[in-house]
């Protein structure tokens, strides 16, 4: 008797077990994704004094994003996540990782709807990992793939009367190429398309998988510009539904079986990310950040000072592992190969890490080649292994314009090389030429020792050519597809951690005025600026530098 | 029991993995949890599972029926028992919902059962009711006794608690006899005789006891376990014999 009691009970639970999964109206709370949510590598807040006032901005970091993801995917408080992708702002890398947790928590039966009113490259790329992607009816936008504009000033220079010299090594190594050409080298299409080719193409393939369509069907919408209105969107499939934000708002109570919106809690990504439990002090995996152009100095990555915060790890007894977050399209080479040798150093002590995020090329390739293993987005850009120096020089320039004529006096034949006013000599030209090429040797020497290659098979895919991350992970360059939490869970089973507290260096930068005339990173991108900068600072310097950045 | 253990391991690993396909990017469970909320009124319960979004408190009657058959170890009497039933249908019932996934009920439910026994024995009922088993006198064949034991009323009055899916109600019944009759058939030779003999019904025990368990599935419907106590049977002196019901429910709660 007591056997068939056991049976049957068994039975009944095994069709509990079976059938009785969540069901009916959602219940707990709105992981909401939106006002103004700005994604950085790091976070903070800071305050830029502009002619319009103070300008505060305050952003969350990656990832607290991610861990603030990975945990709503198991909180039984958490109903579901509601992003609004007109507020969403984070790089492509970043977006890539987000992306793959949203897709997580709907595998796990958590809805996630998103919602905005302009749709794009970015936005959408996004937006399509929702379960309902939903249009306010006025909004729209268009899918037209990446494009990269690239400007070209020797035209501008030869007017003004500057001259500068490139001096290189590597076909692939364009970053000086907009001061010497008036267009595009063959060599650099080629890559251009190619990288911009690889990036799309792990965009459509994403989103085609999202929305239950092929990428060539996504190209072709794309490429018959079968998107602009919310209804062009509706119709072509990408999005789930047109509704105003009222309709929106009971979208949501009816999920919520109730018709007061006022019942539905919600929470904020930043407060829900802000209630993280930390682990254990005596137990870390330290993300150090390299992120920004590498500099010796003036910069948001300066060589010296990052290599002393890598040296206060490896010392720090607590720290078990290390993540080696890059971002960075790399920078100067000294200050460059100085953060190679500490991490060089911390990696003899520690597992090191490295995980890429929009940028690790040239210097940020550099300084992370050795990590013993490295992670990377699919839409990742790295490689541009290639160097290259330029040397402007003014002298015709300011003779020209300013009627001031420079005078050179030297102890030495070469005493006035480098010095701005005239351009270099054949012979001067030459010699730096060898230092390039010493320096060019150095670099694939790096890599080969830390990705186990030959010199020659490092040669091979060097030359300055930039590779998309699933391109790099096929020719050898990084090991694995994937994100920062991945390389964290890699570090901590190098390091036998089950329990532990991710810190970050450098520490967050507390609350600072920048000046007015510093500017902020994204005049970078101007290539205006960068002359600016370059006739600044004359004389020679050796660049491990990535040339360009991608337009969504 | 090792083996039964390993069975039921054996189903429920089954079922999860019917009821747990693959997902892919397009068709994810959220998406498709979504289709279902996207279909739901607001206010009714979802379609095929039992009224978990309901008030605190809940009054019904007449909301659910069962239809069950039922199988007796045999009793001293009888060498096999069945076909048997019952019909039962809520009278009233309380349901207290404290939890989302849980009910605490009580009430009142009214139950029909009927007994049909058969055996190759003979009995003999004397004045008093009490049914005896007699030695066959030697009769040429076998003879049959059918000895119909229909309409036993009973009145459970239950407490129950329920977890999501499966419940489990204990209770105590007060059951009446209103006819009972045994037909006894008696074959000599050639010839066959048919003895009826009316029992006066006769309340046994006023207290039983029984454990129910039931799984609703689509629609309101289910099926329930039932194993209780044999001292339904009107005859004093047969000797009592556990039984399980097993049948189906349907619930329109």
């Known amino acids: ?552 | 029991m090792k083996k039964i253990i390993l069975a039921a391991a054996a189903v429920l690993f089954a079922f999860e993995a019917i009821a747990a396909p693959a997902q892919s990017d397009s068709t994810s469970r959220a998406s498709k949890r979504l289709d279902e909320i996207e279909k739901m009124e607001i206010g009714k319960p979802a379609k095929g599972h039992s009224s978990r979004d309901v008030d605190l408190f809940e009054l019904g009657a007449f909301s659910r029926y069962q239809w069950g058959w039922s199988h007796l170890g045999a009793p001293d009497f009888a060498d096999s028992f069945g076909p048997s039933g019952e019909f039962l249908f809520n009278f009233v019932e309380l349901r207290l919902n404290p939890l989302d996934w849980l009910s605490v009920n009580l009430g009142f439910d009214l139950r029909w059962e009927n007994f049909r026994l058969r055996s190759s024995k003979l009995y003999d009922v004397d004045a008093f009711g009490d049914v005896t088993i007699v030695p066959n006198p030697g009769y040429t064949s076998a003879v049959s006794t059918v000895a119909p034991v229909d309409c036993a009323l009973s009145f459970p009055l239950f407490l129950g608690l329920h977890w999501d899916l499966i419940g489990f109600r204990l209770g105590a019944e007060m059951t009446c006899n209103p006819n009972n009759e045994i037909t006894s058939t008696y074959i000599d030779g050639p010839s066959t005789y048919k003895v009826t003999t009316t029992v006066e019904a006769k309340p046994v025990n006023i207290f039983t006891y029984s454990f129910f368990g039931s799984v609703l599935f689509g629609d309101g419907l289910g099926i329930y376990a039932r194993y209780s106590s044999g001292e339904h049977f009107p005859y004093a002196c047969t000797s009592a014999a556990d039984y399980w019901t097993l049948g189906i429910i349907m619930d329109f709660r």
């Open chain 1, 1 to 552: 008797m007591k056997k068939y009691i056991l049976t049957l009970a068994l039975l009944a639970f095994a069709f509990a077990g079976a059938w009785g999964a969540e069901e009916g109206f959602l219940k707990g709370k709105i992981l909401k994704i939106d006002k103004d949510v700005i994604i950085t590598e790091r976070g903070g807040n800071s305050l830029t004094l502009t002619l319009n006032g103070l300008n505060r901005e305050s952003s969350i970091a990656l990832i607290d994003v991610l861990r603030a993801l990975d945990k709503a995917a198991s909180d039984d408080a958490i109903a579901m996540v509601y992003l609004n992708y007109d507020h969403f702002s984070a790089s492509q890398t970043s977006m890539e990782e987000i992306r793959e947790r949203l897709l997580k928590l709907s595998a796990l039966g958590k809805p996630v709807i998103a919602y905005g009113a302009s749709l794009g490259n970015g936005s959408y790329y996004i937006a399509s990992a929702a379960d309902r992607v939903f249009l306010n009816p006025k909004g729209g936008g268009a899918l037209t793939g990446l494009a990269s504009t690239q400007f070209f000033l020797k035209d501008l220079l030869d007017t003004l009367g500057v001259g500068v010299q490139l001096i290189r090594h590597g076909k692939f190594k364009s970053a000086g190429e907009m001061y010497i050409r008036n267009d595009i080298s063959p060599e650099n299409r080629l890559q251009y398309e190619e990288l911009l080719g690889s990036v799309w193409n792990a965009m459509v393939a994403d989103i085609a998988a999202s929305r239950g369509t092929t990428p060539e069907a996504i190209n072709a919408i794309t490429d018959k510009l079968e998107t602009g209105t919310a209804q062009a969107w509706l119709e072509a499939g990408l999005v789930d539904g047109l509704k105003y934000r009222d309709e929106m708002e009971d979208y949501l109570c009816h999920l919520f079986g109730t018709d007061d919106p006022k019942s539905i809690q919600t929470v904020s990504l930043k407060d829900y990310a802000s209630k993280l439990k930390k682990g254990p002090a005596s137990k870390k995996i330290a993300i150090i950040y390299a992120e920004g152009e590498i500099a010796r100095s003036g910069s948001d990555l300066v060589g010296e000072k990052l290599a002393a915060q890598i040296e206060k790890v490896r010392k720090d007894e607590s720290v078990k592992a290390v993540v080696f977050r890059v971002n960075s399209p790399g920078g100067e080479v000294v200050a460059a190969d100085i953060i190679r040798r500490e991490i060089e150093l911390l990696g003899k002590e520690k597992p090191v890490v490295a995980s890429y995020g929009s940028y690790a090329a040239s210097g940020g390739y550099l300084i992370s080649a050795g990590c013993e293993h490295i992670f990377t987005d699919a839409t990742t850009l790295t490689g541009s292994i290639g160097v290259f120096g330029m040397i402007p020089n003014l002298g015709k320039a300011i003779r020209k314009n300013l009627k001031i004529t420079p005078v050179n006096i030297g102890t030495n034949d070469h005493s006035s090389m480098g010095s701005g006013m005239e351009p270099l000599s054949a012979e001067e030209e030459a010699w730096y030429q060898a230092e390039i090429e010493g320096i060019y040797d150095d670099f694939v020497g790096v890599v080969a020792a830390g990705r186990n290659m030959t010199a020659e098979q490092v040669d091979s895919i060097a030359q300055g050519r930039v590779w998309a991350g699933n391109d790099a992970i096929e020719i050898g360059l990084c090991d694995e597809k994937g994100g920062l939490m991945d390389a964290i869970r890699y570090a901590a089973a190098k390091a036998g951690l089950l329990n532990y507290r991710i810190v970050a260096i450098p520490e967050k930068e507390k609350t600072s005025l920048r000046s007015l005339t510093k500017g902020n990173k994204d005049d970078k991108d101007d290539p205006l600026v960068s002359l600016r900068e370059m006739l600044e600072t004359p004389g020679f310097n050796a660049y491990y530098l990535m040339p360009y950045i991608i337009l969504n």
